[in-house]
């Protein structure tokens, strides 16, 4: 437990040498970063995977306003900072994505390279992405779904059931995966209610790994929620960096059955993001075949890109 930015958060850690900070998404915790922590740390690196704020073993602040983005990138560079170094690499998949980048984005000083997985550098919109998608799909999307105060947390209350169905639904290895539609709610029936629930989990998550993930979500989920209740108040503290662009060396990895790089105008951001991004090290890494959770479907793969990216800026 590392006491950071007015919080304790939960860290597992692995390694000596330069830092490396790996930063989970929804709904997941350290334990994601499993497949990572030994490779990373026999190439040379101290690895460190925290439970971020609202999640798993850390600390769950009540006020919805506590999960900003500004609050998200402040516990990074705090304990960047609480573990004794000045600088780190910091690695995102799902929502650690965006702190990542914005990590990135707010204290180049700090970070000496930056990883995205799934989730693409951030280019703020014209409008709040709340507005944006309730006008779009009339306020079907799991956004806006999840920013109706006790829907989502009803629809969870059997967290094993959420959690299997989630991770399925949105990994590689299910019918459908990557269409559009998966992000819609079903305004009566919820956001789950023809997710299947498969009687066998796929290779890459055991019934182990389940009993972990379900664990560390027996507080509930109000604390992971409150990250989606903050979009558009991020749209707004965000505005000072409106066209700005990630400066330190970048990486981003997805897969082509992930749902969110078919996001509405994110297929149109990837192609342009070697134009866009001034230090983005190689095109993006396409992983075939992989869904959402990148680094626990391809963690091979994931490994190895890392750990060029990694050692190259080390150098």
Not at 115 to 140: D, I, K, N, W, Y
Request: charged share 20%; aromatic share 10%; proline share 10%.
């Amino acid at each position: 437990m590392i006491d950071v930015n007015g919080i304790q958060l939960h860290i597992a850690e692995q390694g000596e040498g330069p830092l490396v900070v790996l930063l989970h998404g929804f709904p997941e915790s350290w334990h994601s970063w499993r497949h990572q922590f030994g490779p990373l740390a026999e190439a040379g690196f101290r690895v460190v995977a925290p439970d971020q704020r609202g999640y798993g073993g850390s600390d769950r602040p009540e006020d919805v306003s506590a999960y900003s983005i500004l609050h998200l990138v402040g516990d990074v560079v705090g304990l960047i900072h609480a573990l004794g170094e000045e600088r780190a690499f910091v690695v995102g998949h799902d929502w650690g994505a965006p702190v990542a980048w914005h990590t990135a984005l707010l204290r180049p000083d700090v970070v000496r390279g930056v990883a995205g997985l799934s989730v693409p550098p951030p280019f703020r919109g014209s409008r709040p992405p709340l507005e944006t998608m309730q006008e779009r799909f009339g306020g079907r999307f799991y956004w806006n779904y999840f920013n109706r105060p006790g829907v989502a947390e009803a629809e969870f209350a059997d967290t094993r059931t959420t959690l299997r169905k989630l991770l399925y639904s949105a990994s590689g290895d299910a019918p459908g995966a990557g269409r559009p539609e998966q992000a819609l709610a079903d305004p009566e029936r919820g956001w789950l209610a023809d997710a299947p629930n498969p009687e066998v989990l796929p290779a890459w998550l055991t019934e182990g790994d389940l009993d972990t993930l379900t664990e560390s979500f027996e507080p509930g989920f109000t604390g992971a929620l409150n990250w989606y209740r903050n979009l558009d108040r991020n749209w707004e503290l965000t505005a000072p960096w409106q066209g700005a662009v990630v400066s330190p060396p970048a990486l981003y990895v997805y897969g082509d059955r992930d749902l969110v790089p078919a996001f509405p105008g994110t297929p149109e951001l990837i192609e342009r993001l070697p134009g866009l991004m001034p230090n983005l090290r190689r095109k993006p890494l396409v992983l075939p075949g992989c869904g959402h959770w990148t680094q626990q479907e391809r963690p091979a793969e994931v490994n190895e890109a890392l750990i060029e990216f990694l050692t190259e800026l080390r150098g």
